[in-house]
């Protein structure tokens, strides 16, 4: 006999004679005469309702199902007597598959998000975690839909890399060196005796693959894991997180606003759409704001707002912010939120920052002191996506990297682009666990990644 999934059982519009289900046991509760089963498989929120007779040859094997067992059952599938449910299984025969210890941690009660985190190899077996892991997996799936519908092609840019596109130096070195034995020249480091003969780095970024990929392929985007060593232990950063980076050709910034605010409103139908269950659990018991802010999403254009006048409403707001707003400084997410969720209520979109404090690659206003960088912020969250209209002019671009101080041989491939059919292009990254802690409510970035990377914590 075929396995069949609980969220297929549970949609099924007739009773069915013979099904088989296998599981993990939430809960057992023994009656005069029978004993019910709660088994969920992971294939979606609900449990099915399992009644074992006392008669069945089996009966033994039920009695050692405690709360964490596996177990397979098989019989029909008939209308519920009790409440709360449609169906539930008449089970003929009940085995057990993996037996689990009295000392099982995940009892029946709400347990804290900070004892969850100690026991990330079983937080995702809850209801909580385990809809949160779902809805990661439509997000994924959602938002190649996004770009494909568009016409948009994949690109899988490098993980492991020689160059630093941010220019933060916030990166972790990937080396084959012995590092008891570090081969030395002039007391540096000499990486010509490394794996690549010079120094190199997981990535931060895969803005400048993608860039060369669009002035090939027109639209493009890339979706996949990304590094970086900030030692800054916040609610919203991780060492090791998911981006994706769409790229492009024949674009400005604009249009750039434009895409990111339709991925964003795109997949929050799309959840709204295909995971309603796992959304209402959030709505209900994590963030009772959720169904109000994805509604909002949906409802409105994002607000778009020139980085010029952020700061004239902050330097306004009758808010004490630990950093006074200056023109010149970078927002602090004290910012970013006083916008967001108490001036605007709604996302916004700043744009036009000054140059100082951005990457190299960001293309140059007219006024001379802003580049055409954008930031997505969102309630709850800040930031979700942070992109630019790209350089396009070679001189500009490389005067540019003079003033910062970047060596021009690291990067003349990517010089190399500006002299070659260069063309207005525009791209963003958006953060994956930040997108998926807007759709859910969650508050803490490491609870939306199934094993979290921080600093000083690598356990699981
Ligand atoms: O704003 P960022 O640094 O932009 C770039 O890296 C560009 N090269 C992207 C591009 O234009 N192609 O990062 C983009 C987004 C941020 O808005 C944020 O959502 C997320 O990536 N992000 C992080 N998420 C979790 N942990 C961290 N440490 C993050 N750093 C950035
Ligand atoms: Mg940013």
Redesign the pocket.
């Given at each position: 006999m075929k396995r069949t999934k609980i969220v297929h059982l549970l949609r099924s519009d007739r009773p069915l004679d013979e099904v088989l289900v296998k599981g993990w046991v939430r809960t057992r509760r023994d009656s005069k005469g029978f004993s019910f089963l709660e088994l969920n498989d992971g294939s979606c929120l609900k449990n099915l309702q399992v009644v074992a007779d006392a008669s069945i040859e089996d009966y033994g094997n039920v009695k050692r199902l405690n709360t964490g067992a596996a177990a397979a059952v098989t019989g029909r599938l008939v209308p519920s007597q009790g409440g709360g449910q449609k169906w539930e299984v008449q089970a003929d025969t009940v085995s057990v598959i993996g037996q689990a210890d009295e000392d099982y941690p995940l009892q029946k009660k709400r347990h804290s998000d900070e004892f969850l985190r100690t026991i990330a190899h079983l937080r995702p077996r809850t209801n909580k975690y385990g809809a949160a892991f779902r809805i990661r997996s439509h997000l994924a799936y959602a938002i190649h839909a996004f770009f494909r519908e568009r016409g948009f092609t994949y690109i899988h840019s490098p993980i492991i890399t020689g160059s630093d596109?941010?220019g933060a130096g916030e990166m972790f070195h990937v080396t084959a060196l012995d590092l008891k034995n570090i081969p030395k020249k002039d007391d540096q480091v000499d990486f010509s005796r490394d794996f690549f003969g010079r120094e190199a780095s997981l990535t931060?970024?895969?803005?400048l693959s993608?860039e060369m990929f669009a002035l090939a392929l027109g639209d493009v985007y890339t979706f996949g894991p990304?590094f970086?060593a900030?030692n800054s232990n916040t609610s919203?950063?991780?060492?090791e997180?998911w981006?994706v980076?769409p790229?492009m050709a024949f674009c400005d910034l604009a249009g750039n606003m434009d895409l990111g605010q339709e991925l964003i409103q795109y997949l929050t139908r799309y959840l709204l759409e295909n995971a309603a269950d796992d959304i209402d659990l959030f709505a209900r018991f994590v963030d009772k704001g959720l169904k109000a802010r994805l509604e909002g999403i949906l409802s409105s254009n994002f607000i778009r707002l020139p980085y010029t006048e952020a700061v004239e409403i902050l330097k306004r707001a009758k808010k004490k912010f630990e950093q006074p707003p200056a023109f010149g400084k970078d927002l602090q997410s004290e910012h970013e939120r006083y916008i967001t969720e108490v001036h605007f209520k709604q996302p916004v979109i700043i744009y036009d920052y000054p140059k100082g404090i951005k990457?190299f690659y960001m293309r140059v206003n007219d006024d001379g002191k802003t580049v055409a960088a954008m930031?997505v912020l969102v309630p709850g969250i800040g930031?979700?996506?942070?992109?630019?209209q790209r350089e396009e002019r070679l001189d500009v671009l490389t005067g540019r990297m003079d003033e910062m101080g970047l060596d021009r041989d690291d990067y003349w491939w990517y010089i190399d682009s500006r002299r070659y059919g260069s063309v207005p292009h525009s791209?963003?990254?958006?953060?994956f666990?930040?997108v998926i802690m807007l759709m859910t409510g969650i508050r803490n970035?490491r609870d939306v990644l199934p094993f979290p990377r921080t600093p000083g914590s690598i356990e699981f």
């Open positions: 596109c941010e931060v970024s895969g803005q993608a990304t970086r900030e919203r950063h991780v060492a997180f981006m980076e790229e990457p930031d930031e979700v996506i942070g992109g630019s791209g963003f990254g958006m953060g666990e930040r970035i």
